[in-house]
């Protein structure tokens, strides 16, 4: 709403609320700058923006367990013996909350879980997008990239860094995705 203050009041640009942030609100910026661009209404571009919302996944992994504990989404003990076992805890954007999606014990597992999560929600026969989010950790968002681009070929990947609201819960060392596929097409179509 404040970028929108500062554009003249005609630039045909609309707020539209969702509950995504970081990449996956990345990709549907991207999608709605390429269809208004392209020509299409204002109401096409929300639908299409609406549609993308409702496909978007995105998952990611925390290194280190403090920032959970210090943002109230985990207990000090649970911490604790997390931080001495080495989880990695794959979590998932859901309707703007983060929850729990599954616990690795490395940092490798938790990248394998990670590409095997994009891998079986994707349909990699039809038009497919990630964005890949770093939080200082690099060398793990490379890899996913590589693994994708080599199993998967996805029409688009790409790799930034993690955003403000994903790092207050996160901190550094997260890695994760966001992605959606193209919808399949309905009866008749």
């Not at 404040?2 to 045909?12: H, I, K, R, T, Y």
């Not at 080495?86 to 597992?109: C, D, H, M, S």
């Not at 929600?121 to 994708?148: S, Y």
Request: aromatic share 6%.
């Amino acid at each position: 709403r404040s970028a929108v203050e500062l554009l003249p009041e005609d630039a045909p640009v609309t707020v539209v609320e969702t509950t995504w942030t970081s990449s996956a609100l990345g990709l549907m910026c991207l999608r709605a700058a390429e269809a208004g661009s392209e020509g299409a209404t204002m109401s096409d571009v929300v639908g299409l923006v609406d549609d993308i919302s409702a496909s978007m996944n995105m998952v990611f992994v925390v290194d280190d367990l403090q920032y959970l504990r210090r943002s109230g989404r985990i207990g000090a003990a649970q911490s604790f013996v997390g931080t001495l076992l080495k989880v990695k805890p794959v979590l998932e954007l859901q309707a703007g909350a983060i929850v729990p999606l599954e616990r690795a014990r490395t940092t490798g597992q938790a990248l394998q879980r990670l590409a095997a999560i994009i891998g079986e929600r994707l349909d990699w026969d039809r038009p497919t997008h990630v964005g890949l989010i770093t939080g200082q950790a690099d060398a793990e968002a490379a890899a996913l990239a590589t693994f994708l681009e080599s199993r998967h070929r996805p029409s688009e990947l790409w790799i930034a860094p993690c955003d403000p609201t994903v790092a207050l819960h996160t901190g550094p060392g997260v890695f994760g995705a966001a992605f959606y596929g193209t919808a399949r097409p309905g009866p008749g179509a």
